[in-house]
């Protein structure tokens, strides 16, 4: 048992390592029923220490999820814009008719939503289809992977930011090859500061992360290239076997996350809810970083 440690999250959890690198399995809880006050305090806490929070065996309808959610943060809103902040991960639509986003294929590391200028906290995913084989989840730690960097790299990146683009209308799953004129784009710090526990993350990702802000382009991309490489060690790295039931949520402040390829002769369906930061980012100078890139 690991006891959150945070005054405010009194209540002692059954909680497991998932890996070395990154993630602990709750267990004993019914999500379908409301968490008390200490209870959503203490998954809070364990989320922001151990980046990836398991809970297997669920059966959760669409606004129970929306109810847990709600004790991360701000919920999200959906793809058109608008409520409920549900959005279905798959092959097949939803129970809403809505199509499934991101249906095939691997998917490179990202953070999810980092091209806004105020991405969201966290995101969290509910298992309803699961082919036999293929289709886990990977989580990098992002936190140890920046405490594992050389001080030099350290030095020359302090202070940089990089510019973070995604381009819906190409491959979502694929950096493009060309900076998309109306993808959606922000600037953010490539060493990130995670509000309430004070660490700091390597934020960079494969797939959204274009340039190094005022760097020259083959300078910026053989750094860009070795960090992502550096992430993607298996030092950090613990990929997620789904079980139907699985509810897994993560910090997109602390970690990435990818997905390995599967049959899609096989459905593979998820419920997904995107929580919100509260906080006000500063502008994030994108015109100035699009002319940099």
């Known amino acids: 048992m690991i006891a959150p440690s945070s005054p405010h999250a009194a209540a002692m959890l059954d909680l497991r390592p998932l890996s070395a690198a990154i993630g602990v399995e709750l267990t004993g809880v019914d999500l ?4 008390v006050k200490a209870q959503a305090a203490g998954c809070r806490r364990a989320l922001e220490e151990y980046c990836v929070l398991l809970v297997r065996r669920q059966v959760l309808s669409g606004g129970q999820q929306l109810r847990l959610a709600q004790h ?19 092959t097949q639509p939803g129970t809403d008719g809505r199509p499934g986003i991101l249906p095939t294929g691997p998917v490179d590391f990202h953070s999810d939503q980092s091209y806004l200028e105020i991405p969201s906290i966290a995101t969290m995913l509910y298992a309803i289809d699961i082919p036999s084989e293929g289709g886990g989840t990977l989580f990098s730690n992002c936190f140890r992977a920046f405490d594992a960097l050389p001080d030099s790299v350290k ?12 381009d819906y209308a190409s491959d979502p799953t694929r950096r493009p090859s060309a900076l998309p004129p109306n993808a959606k784009c922000a600037v953010h710090p490539i060493f990130k500061i995670h509000p ?3 660490r700091t993350s390597l934020y960079v990702s494969r797939l959204m992360t274009w340039s190094i802000v005022g760097l020259p382009e083959a300078e910026s991309r053989e750094i860009l290239e070795f960090l ?23 910090d997109n402040r602390s970690c990435n996350h990818a997905r390995t390829d599967f049959d899609d002769r096989q459905p593979r369906n998820l419920r997904r809810v995107t929580i919100l930061d509260d ?15």
């Open 155 to 166: 030095q020359q990146l302090h202070g940089r930011s990089a510019l973070h683009v995604y």
């Open 72 to 90: 991360f943060g701000r919920l999200g809103v959906s793809s058109s814009g608008g409520p409920p902040a549900i959005v279905y991960v798959g």
């Open 196 to 198: 309430t526990t004070g």
């Open 228 to 250: 992502f490489a550096h992430q993607e060690k298996p030092e950090f790295v613990y990929e997620h076997r789904w079980q139907t039931g699985d509810l897994v949520i993560w």
């Open 279 to 293: 906080a006000t980012a500063p502008p994030p100078a994108i015109a100035r970083a699009r002319n940099d890139a």
């Open 32 to 35: 379908s029923l409301p968490l």
